[in-house]
């Protein structure tokens, strides 16, 4: 059995974690647990989830504060700009999706399972700030023929007027990354776009977002990896799936209502965290993860 209590004069965060640290590789050198292998797994893999939504968090702190304080200076969201943009064809047929090979992946992602596909094309970088200006400066906030009726009812509720962390002062955009308040860099990827933005979006240029298995299939074709890309597609179970008896059972299943599927990884996300299979999930009204837009037509 593993002691997690301390001394009392070793009570710090510092000291605590170290402590764990100490006592978690003394048991995994242990035949339990060996036992508890998959179970060990899938912990990590949350853990690492969480390491991510713990940016978030920091970020929706920091940045709904009238200081705009910096978290660091090291530009962790700063990625390679894609000027160019290009249409990816995908011919039609059918696919295989869901998670093949060795090594570790969530239950949703199971079992792989043929879909038939239309053709469709996808394109090759992703909707940039500069590109999404013009969506807001063209008022596409204030033009309801854009919006899902909920996501209309959503605009009105919040007089929402551009994404999270864009503020417009003296005349001119900035937005609120992890390094401060900056000024908007209109070939950075635009982020923290809650769903219903995302599809109005899509429907203001006259195209709509790629369903889940169309990026899936696409991917390879594309850099991926900088921002979570929303889909058209519901969460929902794969073929065959069945929730796990117990605790387990609970950790994905239990979403699958009212979310959407949101695909690739982002700048926050752990290295090696993510995969082409790997089905993130959000409901379609929130902002705080780092979301971002790829089309389709």
Not at 104 to 119: G, S, T
Not at 243 to 261: D, P, S, T
């Amino acid at each position: 059995m593993l002691s997690l209590i301390l001394p009392a004069s070793r009570f710090s965060v510092g000291a605590y974690r170290k402590h764990v640290d100490e006592a978690m590789t003394m048991f995994l050198q242990t035949e339990k647990a060996i036992t508890l292998r998959d179970l060990l797994l899938l912990g990590f893999n949350h853990e690492q989830q969480h390491q991510e939504l713990l940016y978030s968090d920091i970020k929706y702190i920091l940045g709904h504060n009238p200081l705009f304080p910096p978290y660091n200076k090291t530009g962790i969201e700063q990625v390679p700009a894609e000027t160019v943009m290009d249409w990816i064809s995908v011919k039609e047929g059918v696919y295989e999706i869901g998670f093949a090979g060795e090594g570790f992946c969530f239950d949703n992602e199971c079992n792989r399972h043929k879909v038939y596909l239309q053709p469709y094309q996808i394109c090759s970088r992703l909707v940039t700030n500069g590109d999404y200006l013009q969506f807001v400066t063209e008022g596409g906030y204030r033009n309801f023929k854009y919006w899902h009726s909920e996501g209309w009812e959503w605009v009105k509720a919040n007089t929402a007027s551009a994404p999270m962390y864009w503020y417009f002062i003296d005349s001119d955009w900035q937005v609120y990354n992890l390094n401060g308040l900056q000024k908007l860099d209109p070939s950075q990827p635009v982020t923290h776009i809650n769903y219903f933005e995302a599809a109005a979006y899509a429907a203001w240029k006259g195209l709509r977002l790629p369903t889940e298995a169309e990026w899936e299939v696409a991917a390879v074709n594309f850099n991926w990896g900088n921002r979570w890309e929303w889909t058209e597609s519901a969460y929902l179970p794969y073929p065959g799936f069945s929730k796990a008896e117990g605790a387990i059972g609970e950790y994905n299943g239990k979403f699958m209502v009212n979310q959407m599927v949101l695909r690739g990884a982002s700048v926050a996300t752990p290295q090696g965290h993510s995969r082409i299979s790997y089905r993130n999930f959000f409901q379609t009204h929130l902002q705080w993860q780092f979301t971002g837009i790829r089309l389709a037509q």
